[in-house]
């Protein structure tokens, strides 16, 4: 008998099934599935040492808010000791004590021009015997100087 050997796993074929099946290559294709398995490989590691890249950049920025969140608090305490520094220094009981210390004086009775160019008030000199004008609240409770009073004059002294 003339028979071909049937190939494994595919029966004998006639006429044009023969001739098309002819064209196509009858093993496995080894050659081909190299170059694929080495692009996925190539690629899923590329993709790891990206996101490593990735995580490690995030973390970075992460660390240098933490720094910066850390200086804007200490800077904004300091802001605030500043501020309280400024209000003591600032307050009428401080700067008399610090007017006094330069030699200053509680002035005199003011005079005021009015607008058609009087003066009206009799002005005075500043003396250091007055009393001050300012007093602190433990000064107040053990003061022994009467308030200063305030002479009538024949002009009327306007308000602001």
Do not use: C
């Amino acid at each position: 008998m003339s028979r071909k050997p049937e190939l494994k796993g595919r029966p004998e074929l006639k006429g044009r099934a023969a001739r098309l099946a002819r064209l196509l290559p009858t093993g496995r294709a080894q050659a081909a599935r190299t170059p694929f398995v080495l692009l996925v490989v190539v690629l899923l590691g590329g993709g790891l040492i990206g996101l490593l890249v990735l995580n490690s950049a995030l973390s970075e920025g992460a660390f240098q808010l933490d720094d910066l969140q850390r200086e804007t608090k200490d800077l904004t305490d300091e802001e605030q000791a500043l501020q309280r520094d400024i209000d003591a220094y600032s307050a009428p009981d401080a700067l008399q004590h610090r007017a006094r210390e330069l030699g200053m004086v509680p002035g005199g009775d003011p005079a005021f021009l009015g607008p058609d160019g009087k003066v009206k008030g009799v002005p005075g000199a500043a003396s250091a015997a007055r009393a001050p004008l300012v007093l602190a609240p433990e000064a107040l409770a053990t003061a022994t100087a009467p308030p200063p009073t305030t002479s009538t004059s024949s002009s009327s002294t306007p308000g602001r």
